[in-house]
Nanobody, 111 residues
Framework: QVQLVESGGGLVEPGWSRRLACKTSESIWKFNTMGWYRQVPGKEREFVAS???????NYSDSVKSRFTIFKDTRKNTLYLHMNLLEPEDTAVYFCNVDVYWGQGTQLTVSS
């Protein structure tokens, strides 16, 4: 069973940056697709960004040009770096690796 531990959430002001991290319990090289999703109460979980086996990144239109997904293979960690945060980015962010999900980390963007 792969364990995913997310961190980096919190309260930030609009326009700030924040970096989320997702540490995997197994070598990151094992996984084909890694990604981030987010969910707000009453809505379905939505795709944010992904990284495939060839390190090709994909982003939702709402975060493209503001967010960057990348990984550190030495640390077995997936990251989501977020710039120019907006109140609409407020959500619980989940890490996804193949069929595994993290527990989520809350990000709140508010002044």
């Amino acid at each position: 069973q792969v364990q995913l531990v997310e961190s980096g959430g919190g309260l930030v002001e609009p326009g700030w940056s924040r970096r989320l991290a997702c540490k995997t319990s197994e070598s990151i090289w094992k996984f084909n697709t890694m990604g981030w999703y987010r969910q707000v109460p009453g809505k379905e979980r939505e795709f944010v960004a992904s990284l495939d086996g060839s390190d090709t990144a994909n982003y939702s239109d709402s975060v493209k040009s503001r967010f960057t997904i990348f990984k550190d293979t030495r640390k077995n960690t997936l990251y989501l770096h977020m710039n120019l945060l907006e109140p609409e980015d407020t959500a619980v962010y989940f890490c996804n690796v193949d069929v595994y999900w993290g527990q989520g980390t809350q990000l709140t963007v508010s002044s």
